[in-house]
């Protein structure tokens, strides 16, 4: 990837049990209280080669030793599965996705060619961006349809697709934390300036990676829907309180004008 972000290598703890990491343009989060364990969850695996820094971030914050429960994918694109198998030689844990995401992870399908002609000088680079599935079948676990992750007993899972069809967000009901993969962005993923000085702004998914427009659409109102605190994004920074809950009900009813590209609607 011919570019990264003036974030890359920072994290931000958005809560005390979830921290925030910037992979080169997308970001991983770790969930898990430092204070009270070294163990963890790792959401999402980062870009292709970024598996030293995903490893020195967690014994920094975990300690030496430290080691993920579990692996939880919100998809299989290649900016959030890079590192995957890298990771897995070193922490052999699950990996956990929904089902609809399998045939993207145990080497059975390709993901759909791009659309170039999205807005944006990214959407132009994308035909040259990996599509191709990878083969972790030997830790894959499947999630079920009841919104339960095995590893995280306070978290559900909810299936946002559009982007992917098995794309899924993270929500936590006591604090409404949200961590939501690609289902929305905070950063104009499509525009290469925005996307490598991260200015702050609500957007759909990568428009040029997403499938289902309409689905998107919908994903989109079922996370506004549950009135969250705080939303982590695959891209972007984190955003919280009143500047979350007034871009998100923006992005819900300007989604169709705004997000969908011109030659999907």
Not at 63 to 78: R, W, Y
Not at 112 to 141: C, Q, W
Not at 219 to 229: C, D, G, N, Q, R
Request: glycine residues 6%; proline residues 8%.
């Amino acid at each position: 990837m011919p570019m990264t972000s003036i974030t890359s290598g920072m994290g931000i703890e958005v809560v005390p049990d979830v921290f925030c990491l910037s992979v080169q343009i997308v970001n991983v989060v770790f969930i898990g209280d430092p204070k009270q364990s070294n163990e963890f969850v790792l959401v999402d695996a980062g870009m292709p080669e970024s598996h030293e820094l995903i490893i020195s971030e967690a014994q920094k914050r975990f300690g030496d030793g430290c080691k993920p429960t579990s692996i939880v994918l919100t998809h299989g694109h290649f900016d959030h599965v890079g590192a995957l198998k890298e990771l897995l030689n070193k922490w052999d844990v699950p990996v956990y996705a929904h089902p609809l995401e399998a045939p993207y992870l145990s080497g059975r399908s390709d993901y759909p060619p791009p659309n170039p002609e999205a807005e944006g000088l990214v959407a132009k680079m994308s035909p040259m961006f990996p599509r191709h599935s990878i083969d972790v079948s030997s830790n894959l676990e499947l999630l079920n349809e009841e919104g339960v992750i095995p590893s995280l007993a306070d978290w559900r899972f909810i299936h946002t697709p559009g982007h992917t069809p098995g794309h899924i967000s993270l929500f936590r009901e006591y604090d409404r934390a949200l961590i939501v993969g690609d289902a929305f962005t905070t950063v104009e993923q499509e525009s290469l300036y925005d996307v490598m000085t991260q200015k702050q702004e609500m957007h759909g998914p990568p428009a040029y990676f997403t499938i289902d427009w309409k689905a998107a659409e919908e994903s989109v109102k079922k996370l506004e829907s549950l009135k969250p605190s705080i939303a982590v994004s695959g891209h972007g920074l984190p955003i919280a309180d009143d500047e979350l809950t007034t871009n998100l009900k923006k992005l819900v009813d300007t989604f169709a004008e705004t997000e969908v590209p011109e030659n999907k609607k």
